[in-house]
């Protein structure tokens, strides 16, 4: 296994409803792997229904389930949900770090 800077992986903006994403993504086989940075401010502007576990490094990120149930991360806490499963959006009013795997 080799290790790679944070910085090796070219970044790629996603403009949300508002703010941005800024994703950092590798692919290995079906897996892809991102460190995701929400700008403060940031409102997704999709519900996802894809699966994902997710890791919060920094901020404060929520979680929006689209029943309206809502979640907020702090670091060190994580989530996961299946495909096809309770379809959600993200949102970060300080801004975030999160890892994420699908």
Known sequence: MRGHSRDAVEPRTHPGESGTALWRTKHFGDVRVRMVDYSPGYVADHWCSNGHVLLC?????HT???????????????????????????????????????
Request: proline share 9%; aromatic share 6%.
């Open 64 to 102: 929006e389930l689209q029943d309206g149930r809502r979640y907020v991360l702090t670091p060190g806490m994580s989530y996961q949900v299946s495909d096809g499963a309770e379809p959600h959006r993200s949102s970060s009013p300080t801004g975030a770090r999160l890892f994420i795997v699908d």
């Open 57 to 61: 490094l920094s901020g404060e990120p």
